[in-house]
């Protein structure tokens, strides 16, 4: 297809005979590895190149952008909670001409892939913030950030039905000749028939989970302890239900899905990989540890290695469930 | 830029109360460390507490660095429990530190600190002394416990100026009455300023009205230390407009005419 771009696979040589091939094809791209760094926690990649190598992530994605500069929510804007962190952070960003101009150049002399986080106030934003990076090189693809308060939906994010958000993928579908991931929120009723809408719109892969709606009350002040009353809970404490929804979703749709949500280690990956996702994305983790993907990965490869496992590829969907 | 020492080794643990200092064997860190900056600490493997917590650097010589802190909550707690021998994974030096004299300047700088806002100050002043450049510490708590670095000061040869809120040591009030007490006398170069925000709000105040240089340094929850998560924000001025400003990159030290305490709730 017209420019989509393919990565050549690596595989690993560990030991003296043992390769394992860690490489995952999404269709429209082939990965050197499963692990991608979510979007929100990876900042535009360059403030991460100093604690790892880029080049060594399946692929990474930078912070949403819309099409204007965004001041984001007022502080307190994170609150720890049991084995999770809620953010408030309100998508503050530099906006799409000066990610273009100052940061983009400077990510092209990378060569992991680069997956750019679309976000949009209006549906038609989505499809003019592709439209304009259509004339960009070195983007391997969109993931779209169907979780952002819509102006024209009483503020209320297109992930929450299906009809808005087929609309949003199609609008950007009509845009762009390279591959669309789309990513969903967990704050639905029935997570299926999002997905199915996404794909019907066009989408090439879907993404899940985005954080789930939460808040955190100080009981000494009476009040909340963010100053935007509520956030996106992230981290180990959603992986379950990421789980159960990566495993809903990847066996109705026809189209890749990528797993995400509380992933800290190879194991929490591999969970995901096994109900059904051909890669995954790290949020979290990477603020605790900016070398928790290449240690993901290396855990990854570990697993396969002791026992047996010549290509990541064979874990996936390879969950076993007879008896039930 | 910053270094991670996965294993580095705590040399020594002092506990005055709540109160803590670690001395910790972190030569990457220790090396390239500025006063002013902060490390970003794994308090243990587990995801209780999930996040990192920030220290400043406390001090800093040859290999090792320190860090000064107070139990406030989980994480902290955890950290007092820490002996001599134990391991700790660090990422540091991050931020931007304190900006130091090009040459000594006659008049004293002032380092004024409340409670645990000490902690940058040891390794400040130990910098401004090599440099030649004479200071004064204006050090203030609620009570006495809550000094409890008043004899190390004294006997590096600190000249310290102390408060108490019970008025049990040195004046009694607080730190920065005491400041605007003594400022008349001291026409000083200018002021360092760590502690807890109504503190920040009143020097920078003082400071305004006497047209006094000052740098403060910030506080905010840090998810990551490093600038990804942009949760550490305060609103900073930069030309005509206020941005929220991430303080683990930019800062934690800012001229204090650059923060904008109106946007603040
Ligand atoms: C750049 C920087 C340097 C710092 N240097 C020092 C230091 O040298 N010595 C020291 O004792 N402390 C320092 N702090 C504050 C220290 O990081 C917090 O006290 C610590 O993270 C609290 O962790 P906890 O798990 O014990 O408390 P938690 O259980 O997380 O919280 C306990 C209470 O403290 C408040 N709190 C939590 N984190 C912060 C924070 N970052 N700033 C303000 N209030 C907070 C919470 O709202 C809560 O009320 C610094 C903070 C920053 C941002
Ligand atoms: C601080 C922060 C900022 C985030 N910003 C974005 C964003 O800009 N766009 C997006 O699609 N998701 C964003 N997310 C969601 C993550 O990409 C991820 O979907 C979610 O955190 C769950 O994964 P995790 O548990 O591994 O963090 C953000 C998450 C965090 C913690
Ligand atoms: S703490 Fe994450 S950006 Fe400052």
Same mark, same amino acid.
């Given at each position: 297809?017209?420019?989509r ?12 005979e ?43 994605? #930078? ?15 994170? #609150? ?57 090189q ?18 209320? *994010? ?42 019907e ?27 935007n ?8 404490? %959603? ?8 495993f ?11 797993? *995400? ?35 993901i ?26 008896? %039930? | 830029?910053a ?7 705590? @040399? ?9 200092? @670690? ?30 917590r920030?220290?400043? @650097?406390?001090?800093?010589?040859? &290999? ?21 021998? &134990?391991?700790?994974?660090?990422i ?8 130091l /004299? ?17 902690? /940058? ?24 416990? &809550? ?18 809120? &019970? ?6 009030? @607080? ?76 800062? /934690? ?13």
């Open positions: 297809m017209p420019g771009s393919s990565f050549p696979g690596r595989s690993h040589r560990l030991g003296d043992k390769v394992i091939d860690l490489s995952c094809d999404l269709g429209f791209l082939r990965l050197r590895n499963p692990v991608i760094a979510a979007s929100g926690t990876f900042g535009y990649g360059l403030e991460m190149a100093p604690f790892l190598d880029l080049n060594c992530l399946g692929a990474y994605i #930078v912070k949403g952008l819309y099409l204007q500069p965004r001041t984001g929510n007022p502080p307190p804007r994170l #609150v720890e909670t049991a084995s999770g962190l809620i953010n408030s952070i309100g998508l503050q960003g530099i906006g799409l001409e000066p990610f273009i101009e100052t940061i983009l150049p400077k990510l092209r002399k990378y060569s992991a892939p680069l997956i750019i986080n679309v976000c949009g106030e209006s549906d038609e934003e989505y499809g003019a913030i592709v439209e304009r990076l259509e004339k960009e070195g983007i391997a693809a969109y993931e779209l950030n169907i979780s952002c308060p819509n102006v024209k939906r009483n503020g209320l *994010c297109p992930a929450l039905s299906p009809e808005a958000t087929y609309t949003v993928v199609k609008l950007a579908r009509e845009k762009s000749r390279r591959p669309i991931i789309t990513k969903l929120s967990p704050n639905v009723t029935d997570i299926v028939s999002i997905a199915l809408a996404a794909q719109a066009g989408s090439d892969a879907i993404s899940l989970i985005n954080t789930i709606l939460a808040m955190a009350v100080d009981v000494e002040t009476r009040s909340p302890l963010l100053a009353l509520f956030g996106g809970l992230s981290g180990p404490a %959603i992986k379950p239900i990421a789980l159960r929804m990566v809903q979703v990847a066996r109705v749709v026809k189209i890749p899905v990528i797993g *995400c949500g509380g992933i800290m280690t190879g194991q929490d990956a591999l969970e995901f990989l096994l109900v059904g996702a051909r890669a995954v994305e790290v949020g979290t983790a990477n603020l605790i540890d900016p070398q928790a993907c290449p240690r990965i290396k855990e990854i490869e570990q697993y396969c290695l002791n026992r047996g496992i010549k290509k990541i590829e064979d874990i996936v969907g390879s969950i076993i469930l007879e008896g %039930i | 830029m270094s991670i020492e996965r294993q580095a080794k705590i @040399l020594q643990h002092k506990s005055w109360g709540n109160y803590h200092r @670690l001395k910790i064997l972190a030569p990457e860190i220790a090396e390239k460390a500025t006063p002013g900056q902060f490390v970003m600490i794994r308090i243990n493997e587990t995801f209780f507490p999930l996040l990192r920030p220290f400043c @650097l406390h001090h800093c010589h040859g &290999d090792e660095i320190e860090i000064f802190f107070k139990v406030v909550g989980q994480g902290t707690a955890q950290l007092a429990e820490k002996k001599e021998g &134990d391991f700790l994974d660090i540091g030096p991050l931020g931007r530190g304190f900006s /004299p090009e040459k000594p300047d006659k008049r004293p700088a002032l380092l004024v600190a409340g409670g645990r806002g000490i902690a /940058p100050f040891v390794f400040l002043a130990h910098e401004l002394k090599r440099l030649g450049q004479s200071m004064i510490i204006f050090y203030g708590g609620k009570t006495r416990e &809550d000094l409890p670095l008043i004899e190390d000061l004294e006997k590096n040869g600190f000249n310290l100026r102390l408060s108490t809120e &019970d008025g049990c040591l040195g004046f009694k009030g @607080l730190i920065t009455e005491l400041l605007e007490k003594e400022l008349p006398s001291l026409n000083p170069a200018c002021l360092y300023v760590c502690g807890p925000e109504a503190m920040l709000v009143e020097v920078a105040r003082i400071s305004r009205t006497w047209r006094l240089k000052a740098e403060f340094s910030l506080e905010a929850r840090m998810g990551c230390g490093f600038g990804v998560c942009y949760g550490c924000v305060w609103p900073i001025r930069q030309g005509e407009k206020i941005e929220w400003t991430r303080i683990c990159l930019e800062g /934690p030290v800012f001229p204090a005419e650059a923060i904008a305490w109106e946007m603040k709730r």
